[in-house]
């Protein structure tokens, strides 16, 4: 596909559970990000990567997130013991390479019941 | 950590007419401010973004306009149609790395036909 595509669009969980959040940047995109947007907020920053190693994930909230991507391409967002308070819209963001404008996926809405 | 300030929250124009958002930056630092429009269920899209070292930039219907010593930058759509319906989101970063974006909080733009 022509962007980032992010699956699954929408994850219900229960709370306690771990979730997965995957994301595909855009083919031969170095960098990649994960913001959160929160209802009627804007996004924000959770981590940057450039290649496979994590290079900024000042964003995380706390040590229940972890983001990796081993290959420099597919990214996943882990979140284990889910809190209501972790229900958002997960975004992931692609660019061409450090900075260069992002191209961001419609995202993963997770809903933690 | 930077803070972007946006206003306002909603807005209603009529089509034909002209909108304008206005942001407000905190870190002095910053120097790249790009604009995204996102609509229901998407991502954030980029429509346009300056640099510090320009003043206005503008693209169509829309131009942006910075004043760097009060830290104040603004969107202007002129000639407003339908399908510039959406969530308008002001923000800032410092373009000397990686793309590390504040958002702001978001304008819900309605034009009505």
């Known amino acids: 596909g022509a962007g980032v595509s992010q699956t699954p669009s929408n994850k219900v969980t229960e709370k306690g559970k771990y979730v997965e959040l995957r994301c595909d940047p855009i083919?031969?995109?170095?960098?990649l990000y994960w913001y959160r947007q929160s209802l009627g907020q804007g996004p924000e920053f959770l981590i940057y990567?450039?290649?496979?190693?994590?290079?900024?994930d000042s964003g995380l909230p706390n040590d229940r997130f972890f983001a990796v991507r081993p290959e420099g391409s597919v990214s996943t967002l882990k979140i284990q013991r889910t809190e209501r308070g972790d229900s958002a819209v997960y975004l992931c963001?692609?660019?061409?390479?450090?900075?260069?404008?992002?191209?961001f996926g419609s995202g993963t809405q997770l809903s933690v019941l | 950590g930077e803070n972007v300030e946006q206003h306002p929250s909603t807005l209603s124009v009529q089509e034909g007419d002209s909108a304008v958002i206005k942001c407000t930056y905190s870190?002095?630092?910053?120097?790249?401010f790009p604009w995204y429009k996102q609509e229901l269920g998407k991502g954030p899209q980029l429509i346009i973004d300056?640099?510090?070292?320009?003043g206005e930039k503008k693209d169509q219907r829309i131009a942006v306009t910075l004043n760097k010593t009060a830290k104040h930058f603004s969107l202007h759509i002129t000639e407003t149609q339908p399908e510039d319906s959406a969530v308008y989101f002001c923000?800032?970063?410092?373009?000397?790395?990686?793309?590390?974006?504040?958002f702001g909080t978001g304008t819900k733009l309605q034009v009505i036909p």
């Open positions: 963001a692609s660019s061409l390479s450090d900075n260069e404008k992002l191209f």
């Open positions: 083919s031969g995109h170095t960098a």
């Open positions: 990567f450039q290649g496979t190693g994590a290079a900024d």
């Open positions: 870190d002095s630092a910053s120097n790249y």
């Open positions: 300056i640099r510090s070292n320009v």
């Open positions: 923000a800032a970063s410092y373009s000397g790395g990686y793309q590390k974006v504040t």
